[in-house]
């Protein structure tokens, strides 16, 4: 079973939509992240939720709006899509405490066009 | 402020050949410190990870990393490097007022010659 799972594996879409990306986790953690790789491999984190309480909310454009129905899922939705939107998001997973370790989707490829 | 570096941005090693990456953190307190791989179209991987106690620590894949507080790094070791070693490899620290957040360094691009 995949522990961290996420949907779409890849994204194209055109400037200006409006796109989803869904991920969902079996490892019983309670807290769960959005990591933004742009295009020189950089990773940096975006949002964090803990028990469906938003905890992490980097500056990133108020476009992007993430939601958390429960705390095994964590969708991120992207309102009005530019072309420097696109990039690989990963999702993460781990238990809000020391001594823990993130376990990490497989990545969502987006690219707008 | 909390933050990786990855001094070099590409490697290239014979396979066999043993490897070394570089990383060092800036972090006030005690880190937490990681090594994620990625291979080409895949997530991140856990190598290995250091908390406290030995600071030689043993990962998946034959890799081990070393932390040394005095020179703030935490380098990444494999004696003998395998073809499917090739990937990406990341160094994070954790750190902040919020558990969990990783800081990142930018990225080591290995390349293994047959």
């Known amino acids: 079973d995949t522990a961290v799972s996420q949907t779409p594996k890849y994204l194209v879409t055109q400037m200006g939509n409006d796109k989803s990306i869904k991920c969902e986790q079996n490892?019983?953690?309670?807290?769960m992240y959005w990591y933004k790789q742009d295009s020189k491999k950089f990773l940096k984190i975006m949002f964090s939720?803990?028990?469906?309480?938003?905890?992490i909310n980097e500056t990133v454009p108020n476009r992007f709006s993430p939601k958390s129905p429960d705390k095994a899922h964590l969708n991120l939705h992207i309102n009005s899509l530019e072309l420097g939107d696109s990039a690989v998001y990963f999702c993460?997973?781990?238990?809000?405490?020391?001594?823990?370790?993130?376990?990490f989707g497989q990545g969502t490829r987006l690219t707008v066009v | 402020a909390q933050s990786v570096t990855q001094p070099d941005i590409h490697i290239t090693v014979s396979e066999g050949a043993s490897l070394e990456l570089r990383c060092n953190y800036s972090?006030?307190?005690?880190?937490?410190l990681f090594w994620y791989v990625q291979s080409p179209g895949q997530g991140l991987q856990l190598l290995l990870k250091?908390?406290?106690?030995?600071?030689l620590v043993q990962g998946i894949k034959g890799f081990e990393a070393e932390f040394k507080r005095s020179q703030s790094s935490f380098n990444l070791r494999k004696p003998s490097v395998h073809w499917s070693d090739a990937a990406e490899y990341f160094c994070?620290?954790?750190?902040?007022?919020?558990?969990?957040?990783?800081?990142f360094g930018r990225g080591t691009q290995l390349t293994v010659w047959p």
């Open positions: 993460a997973s781990s238990y809000r405490t020391t001594n823990t370790e993130a376990f």
């Open positions: 490892l019983g953690h309670d807290t």
């Open positions: 939720y803990n028990n469906k309480e938003l905890i």
């Open positions: 972090y006030g307190a005690t880190p937490y």
């Open positions: 250091y908390f406290s106690g030995d600071t």
């Open positions: 994070a620290v954790e750190g902040g007022s919020t558990l969990g957040r990783l800081y």
